[in-house]
């Protein structure tokens, strides 16, 4: 119930293309929606994240889509770079826990130059 | 600001010695967490803490896991003893609830743990 289910697990795109990639949850208590990226070495970093009452979210190339009623989330970052490539996980928040974050098992992305 | 501060970066021992993280977390910040990454099973959270209160340890692998805060500006993992499937790399990350939306976990940059 608290899993928070990722997909793909690795994704390889051409320089110039569009990742994307999906999230979905089953626990309707979660209520925040955060994306995390993570280099190799690094803890990983707060991206972008959305409310769930809003159903889109853009900052520069990264975008969140938000679909409440199918459970379902997705990050897409546009005209893919080559230092996009890291490691990109989804996250769901429960506030009323203290706070506790919930990962996806994350997405390795490599863009080819 | 220095972000959160972890130690050791790397960790090696052998199997059965006593291991101690230690995590710093940022001025101000009321909450901190431990989390464990590995290839198999992602980040998983172990422990988190509300002002210096420990609120749920359900993701604390066996007794052999132990975590405190003393204060707000320091916290501890300890393992004892230590055994080979231990090895992973250990997070701790704060963050602020004082304003609900517009906070994010802050990360460490890991202590890299490997049991021999």
């Known amino acids: 119930q608290q899993q928070v289910k990722q997909s793909p697990q690795s994704l390889i795109v051409q320089k110039g293309g569009i990742s994307i990639i999906n999230c979905a949850y089953e626990?309707?208590?979660?209520?925040?929606f955060p994306w995390y990226q993570q280099f190799p070495g690094k803890g990983p970093a707060l991206l972008i994240a959305?409310?769930?009452?809003?159903s889109e979210k853009k900052e520069g190339r990264f975008t969140i889509s938000f679909n409440k009623s199918a459970k379902q989330f997705s990050l897409h970052i546009m005209d893919s770079q080559p230092g996009d490539s890291a490691t990109y996980f989804c996250?769901?928040?429960?506030?009323?826990?203290?706070?506790?974050?919930?990962f996806g098992q994350g997405t390795e992305l490599s863009v080819k130059p | 600001d220095a972000g959160v501060i972890q130690s050791p970066r790397h960790e090696v021992t052998e199997m059965g010695q006593e291991v101690t993280l230690r995590c710093k977390p940022i001025?101000?910040?009321?909450?901190l967490f431990w989390y464990r990454q590995t290839m198999m099973r992602g980040l998983e959270l172990l422990i988190y803490?509300?002002?210096?209160?420990?609120?749920?340890d359900s993701g604390m692998p066996e007794d052999r896991f132990s975590a405190k805060m003393p204060n707000a500006s320091f916290s501890t993992l300890k393992i004892q003893p230590s055994e080979p499937r231990d090895s992973a790399v250990y997070f701790c990350?704060?963050?602020?609830?004082?304003?609900?939306?517009?906070?994010?976990?802050?990360f460490g940059s890991g202590t890299r743990l490997t049991v021999v």
């Open positions: 990350a704060s963050s602020s609830q004082q304003v609900r939306y517009s906070y994010g976990y802050t």
């Open positions: 626990n309707t208590a979660f209520d925040y």
């Open positions: 959305i409310r769930p009452d809003v």
């Open positions: 996250a769901a928040l429960l506030y009323n826990q203290g706070g506790k974050l919930i």
């Open positions: 001025s101000g910040h009321n909450s």
């Open positions: 803490f509300n002002n210096n209160v420990p609120i749920d």
